[in-house]
């Protein structure tokens, strides 16, 4: 079945660091790679999407880019600050409207 | 410009008893879709819904749960006879357009079903 897996599962970084979040999809009619945040007991939030059309999206300190040919997408967060510490999910937007997600990366700044 | 909806936001329920979850979507928005969240783990889809339409269940369990998005009222997500394995976070999405263009899926605050 349709799957999207995520890596890393735990990431430590130092305020200022850079931080980079990978995913990989299997469905190749997924078209729509959308990442959201979640902070512990909050409902998750859309922080930047990307559609198939394009290979990278920038939206300040958050930019994703994308690689139909490989299936692969990923997450920068430039100039870490510790309120970026949260939980980050990346999806692909399945042949059906649904969204498949990766089981998260935790992501902590360290001050 | 309230956003997507969900009550109750916390539930507790004895095994055997029925859970009943609600979500309003965004104004505007038709196309409905639920989730579950078990602890430290990501988001599962269970189903997709347009009024009065069930599109895609694919992610539901074939037994004790049901749901529904009437022409009037809230979308609700049933689960019968509820288990201790049915803890979890339940989130509810709405999007403007569905299907295969997918559109942006803005996610309620979920409720989170404890099962005693």
């Known amino acids: 079945g349709e799957n999207v897996e995520q890596h890393p599962s735990t990431l430590s970084v130092q305020e200022g660091d850079s931080a980079v979040i990978k995913c990989t999809y299997s469905?190749?009619?997924?078209?729509?790679f959308p990442w959201y945040k979640q902070e512990l007991g909050k409902r998750p939030q859309l922080i930047i999407d990307?559609?198939?059309?394009?290979g990278e999206k920038k939206d300040q300190r958050i930019a994703v880019t994308l690689n139909k040919t490989a299936k692969h997408f990923s997450l920068h967060i430039t100039e870490t600050q510790p309120e970026d510490s949260a939980v980050y999910f990346c999806?692909?937007?399945?042949?059906?409207?649904?969204?498949?997600f990766g089981k998260g990366t935790k992501l902590s700044v360290k001050p | 410009n309230a956003g997507v909806m969900q009550n109750p936001r916390h539930l507790v329920r004895r095994r055997g008893q029925e859970a009943r979850l609600r979500c309003s979507p965004m104004?505007?928005?038709?196309?409905v879709y639920w989730y579950r969240q078990l602890p430290e783990e990501g988001l599962k889809f269970m189903v997709y819904?347009?009024?009065?339409?069930?599109?895609?269940e694919s992610g539901m369990p074939k037994e004790r749960f049901s749901a529904e998005f009437p022409k009037e009222g809230p979308s609700i997500l049933r689960i019968q006879q509820v288990v201790r394995g049915d803890s979890a976070a339940y989130f509810c999405?709405?999007?403007?357009?569905?299907?295969?263009?997918?559109?942006?899926?803005?996610f309620g605050p979920g409720t989170r079903l404890t099962v005693l």
């Open positions: 819904l347009q009024k009065e339409n069930i599109i895609d």
């Open positions: 999806a692909a937007g399945g042949s059906q409207g649904n969204l498949i």
């Open positions: 469905d190749s009619a997924s078209n729509y």
């Open positions: 990307i559609r198939s059309n394009v």
């Open positions: 104004k505007g928005h038709s196309h």
């Open positions: 999405a709405s999007s403007l357009i569905g299907g295969i263009s997918t559109d942006t899926q803005y």
